[in-house]
């Protein structure tokens, strides 16, 4: 805006009532620039501005903390003033009351009486006196503050605690920045969507309200999450018509963990965030925030259980053994009739407030949830005749010893089956669980890197990999030899050849019985396992794919559990790249879990039209912890895991674990299929380095 004249200030009246606004929260409608913030509005500096967008309609709103009697309002305008405008009243943020109208205001310092009540107060104009937009040295309210209740406090929960984000994009930009408490600093994702922020208060707390303060790009569509254990989320607000600029939020929930979890970017550019702001009532929550998980391995039991070769031992403790890879079931034949139930014995008697039931596709639609002291004699605590399956996390309130699901309509022609059965409350004779493993760091720090850097011919070094030799899976082809092909080529990079092998040699193993060699092919594929075992992190390597029909190559993550037992699926596996040489344009992201593997395994593409990845050299990525993952290719975020999303839509998340890295180049296979007169050998699959940051 141009400097304009200051109009002819009046003196104002005798405040009627206690200055209510200053230093309270305050957002706008829009501003012109950084340097006039809504707050400068309400700061008591008659130096400093708020200035809106030069446009109507335009507002500006204060956040009193609680419910207030407001007695009068004290407009300083700077020269651009408003000709019209109300004042008005709200007790939510959301329905407002006018407690004064004009349409012939000339500016100046406006002191007017009012009456109304409410805990928000704004300023909405809707004409302007000049080209310019509104600016407003000063707003104050008058009035006197509530009494009893509880109100949201106007201190910053969030102010340097520490945040997490699904992406940044770049170093300067990072989820710090958004609660350091400097409107010049900043957060911003990756340029796709979902993305999300999220900062850890420290204890559970009572939150009341959250305040956005967004660089230009803003989130179009998004929820505010609230978690006690980061992992799983409860939204307490959402919209699809963000409006960007700062927005002050009234929410009513409870978590350690607040997230801004972005669904649609209001620009081409990610999600930014100059500051993520919470505020909490300052008091406990119920059970002083102090509900932990009580059935973590107590005594089950249930009207049946299956151990058939389609699920082996799935006893009622599996559903109560945290492991979320393994499951109680109905018996097949007699399990699959209603009512059918499993029960849990805490060991004392609790107060039961929350429960936690993630489905097998063998679900519920109809049940209950119910407390006993005795195992006998049964109180209903939650009751549905609509459950929808998959995960669901329902806040309860009992007391007893015993919980149960008591199962009375089965939303499917199977029994009733469940992954966990997990029971939060206090009291019980809870046993504590295995701890949950840390988060990457913030910054993150490179712990594995192998650059292959070694001369000419040398095989990976064997501090760091291990060769995997023997027959390939999945209906492959090849061999994997000990090191015959995977070797250095000098240049700064490893080469899995996969070759065509015509004339039988050592390559290949002897068949015991004919004497003849038993492979066609042969290929390299080394692993991590004896070496470096990882839970969570940033994992990349720059790879050049082989091209051609019926190869294979991936760089992928094994849970580690497989190497002692744990067999595949339940392990979990992630792919960061699978290519296919007859789709040249497309590479692949993918996880499976036991109840999505396989051609069912939850994944992505991610193309580029017209191209070949296997003509040069791309980075593959991943970004791993607690609650998702992003997958993306030289630096592009294109497939997002959202762990809250998962469990309610596909099934269990079974990534809290370590997992290693493989590398391989296969031939053949059920997915790409067997090479044909068109393929060319031998094919180099060129890895530049790999390096995972914690």
């Keep these: 805006m141009a400097t304009l004249l200051l109009a002819v200030v009046q003196a104002p009246a005798q405040a009627a009532g206690t200055l209510l606004s200053q230093g309270k929260p305050a957002t706008a409608s829009s501003t012109e620039n950084g340097g006039t913030p809504a707050s400068a509005a309400v700061d008591g500096d008659n130096a ?91 707003f104050q309210v008058y009035g006197t503050a509530g009494s009893g209740g509880t109100s949201c406090s106007t201190t910053n929960a969030a102010l340097n605690k520490s945040a997490t984000s699904s992406s940044t994009e770049n170093g300067s930009t990072p989820a710090s920045a958004a609660v350091d408490g400097n409107n010049g600093t900043r957060w911003s994702s990756a340029a796709s969507d979902p993305q999300w922020l999220q900062v850890d208060l420290g204890t559970k707390q009572s939150i009341c309200g959250v305040q956005l303060s967004w660089e230009a790009a803003s989130g179009k569509a998004y929820q505010i999450q609230v978690s006690d254990n980061g992992t799983t989320w409860t939204t307490v607000y959402q919209t699809s018509t963000g409006a960007g600029a700062t927005e002050l939020l009234t929410l009513t929930g409870s978590g350690r963990y607040v997230r801004m979890y972005g669904t649609a970017r209001a620009t081409q550019y990610g999600y930014s965030l100059w500051e993520f702001q919470v505020f909490t009532t300052g008091t406990a929550p119920p059970d002083g925030g102090n509900a932990v998980l009580l059935s973590y391995k107590k005594p089950a039991t249930a009207s049946s259980q299956q151990d058939d070769a389609q699920c082996g031992g799935c006893t009622p403790a599996k559903a109560v053994d945290h492991d979320p890879a393994t499951r109680w079931a109905t018996a097949a034949g007699s399990g699959w009739s209603d009512p059918q139930w499993i029960t849990v014995d805490l060991g004392a008697s609790a107060h039961v407030t929350q429960v936690v039931l993630q489905w097998d596709p063998a679900y519920a639609s109809a049940y209950k949830i119910q407390v006993s002291s005795d195992n006998t004699n049964w109180t209903d605590i939650y009751s549905t005749t609509t459950g929808k399956g998959f995960k669901q996390t329902l806040d309860v309130n009992g ?39 840390p988060n990457p760091g913030n910054p993150q720090h490179i712990v594995f890197q192998d650059e292959f850097n070694t001369a000419a011919g040398t095989t990976p070094d064997s501090a760091r990999w291990t060769q995997d030799t023997g027959p390939g899976v999945n209906g492959e082809l090849e061999y994997y030899t000990n090191g015959k092909n995977t070797t250095m080529d000098g240049a700064g990079n490893l080469v899995i050849e996969a070759r065509k092998e015509v004339t039988p040699g050592s390559n290949c193993p002897t068949d015991p019985l004919s004497g003849s060699t038993t492979c066609q092919y042969t290929s390299g594929r080394i692993n991590t396992s004896d070496h470096f075992n ?36 339940a392990c979990g596996e992630i792919d960061i790249m699978e290519h296919i040489g007859k789709v040249p344009d497309t590479v692949y992201s993918t996880i499976h879990a036991p109840a999505y593997n396989g051609a069912g395994g939850y994944g992505s593409p991610y193309q580029v039209a017209g191209s070949d990845f296997s003509s040069g050299f791309h980075t593959y990525a991943l970004d791993w912890d607690s609650g998702h993952m992003t997958f993306s290719v030289d630096g592009n975020a294109f497939f997002t895991v959202a762990r809250s999303t998962l469990e309610t839509t596909k099934g269990p998340w079974v990534y809290d674990h370590p997992f290693y890295m493989i590398l391989n180049n296969a031939v053949g296979g059920d997915w790409p299929g067997a090479p044909d007169a068109s393929t060319v050998f031998p094919q180099k699959m060129l890895v530049d380095y790999v390096r995972v940051s914690q």
Excluded: C
């Design 48 to 138: 400093t501005r708020w200035s809106s967008a030069a446009s109507d309609s335009q507002w500006i709103q204060v956040d009193l903390g609680s419910t207030a009697t407001v007695s009068q309002v004290v407009l300083n305008w700077e020269a651009a003033y408003a000709k019209a405008y109300k004042i008005q009243a709200s007790t939510d943020g959301t329905t407002w009351t006018d407690i004064y109208s004009t349409t012939a205001a000339t500016g100046g310092t406006q002191t007017l009486t009012v009456n109304g009540t409410g805990r928000y107060v704004r300023m909405y104009a809707s004409a302007r006196a000049t080209q310019y937009g509104y600016s407003l040295w000063e």
């Design 399 to 437: 007391t007893g010893r015993y919980v149960r699901m008591y199962g009375t309509a089965r939303g499917t022609a199977y029994g009733y089956s469940l992954w966990t059965f997990d029971i939060l409350g206090t009291g019980g004779a809870p046993t504590a669980p295995p701890a949950d493993p």
């Design 534 to 569: 990882f839970t969570y992190g940033h994992v990349e390597s720059r790879i050049k794919v082989t091209g051609t029909q019926g190869l294979w190559p991936a760089f992928w993550l094994l849970g580690s559990n497989f190497k002692t037992g744990t067999p595949w699926p």
